[in-house]
């Protein structure tokens, strides 16, 4: 079956430290891979999209992630969190042009002072 | 206005009442969807609405109605709820891009649902 799983449920980070977030799919063809941000209180904001352009992918607010196809990930990064990054993360695929999306169960990060 | 609105973004119901949801796109979008978002669990596609025609239904019990008049409203009808269903629930807008094959969603802050 095709899958999206998020590793971790919950990352804390040290404000300036690296953000790594975690996100594998399960697929027989190729995806096309979302990363969704969610502050408190509002709905999910597109941070970046893999379809199959390029592997390295840039988003908004220093994110990025890239697309793996031996490892079938999609991992999230920053190079220096900000307290401002503390949300729920969202992870999502679809293996069908023009299908709804599936989304992970989210991991939340916690960034201290 | 621009985006996807939602409302209400609050609503207590008892399990004997009818009330709804109500989104709105102002984007020019061709699709839209319902999802749930309970704790602990992820998000939950309801519904799907390409151009006016509902194309998905993912086993939504009765007491979920959806109605989409045209292609900036979509409605969720809400009748004899159980508490269970307390949830925030999201709309979302997207159109099809065809040079990149991919369906971007873009969500309204949601609508949090208490059943009581």
């Known amino acids: 079956a095709q899958s999206v799983t998020q590793l971790g449920s919950h990352v804390s980070v040290s404000e300036g430290a690296l953000v790594l977030l975690r996100c594998n799919y399960s697929?027989?063809?190729?995806?096309?891979l979302f990363w969704y941000v969610q502050y408190p209180n509002q709905g999910l904001q597109l941070l970046l999209k893999?379809?199959?352009?390029?592997?390295l992918v840039k988003g908004i607010n220093g994110f990025e992630a890239e697309f793996k196809k031996s490892e079938t990930s999609f991992h999230l990064t920053k190079p220096s969190a900000h307290m401002s990054d503390a949300a729920e993360y969202f992870c999502?695929?679809?293996?069908?042009?023009?299908?709804?999306?599936?989304f992970g169960k989210g991991t939340t990060l916690s960034v201290s002072s | 206005e621009t985006g996807v609105t939602q409302t209400p973004r609050h609503l207590v119901m008892g399990m004997t009442n009818k009330k709804s949801l109500k989104c709105e796109q102002h984007?020019?979008?061709?699709?839209m969807y319902w999802y749930k978002q309970s704790a602990k669990k992820p998000l939950e596609l309801m519904f799907v609405y390409s151009l006016e025609e509902r194309v998905e239904n993912n086993s939504v019990p009765s007491r979920f109605s959806p109605e989409c008049p045209n292609s900036s409203h979509l409605f969720l009808h809400l009748h004899t709820l159980q508490p269970e269903d307390s949830a925030l629930y999201l709309c979302?807008?997207?159109?099809?891009?065809?040079?990149?094959?991919?369906?971007?969603?873009?969500f309204g802050a949601g609508s949090r649902l208490t059943v009581l």
């Open positions: 984007l020019g979008h061709n699709a």
């Open positions: 893999y379809t199959s352009a390029a592997t």
């Open positions: 979302a807008s997207s159109q099809f891009d065809s040079v990149s094959g991919a369906n971007v969603l873009t």
């Open positions: 697929s027989s063809v190729p995806p096309y």
């Open positions: 999502a695929v679809t293996f069908e042009a023009g299908t709804a999306l599936i």
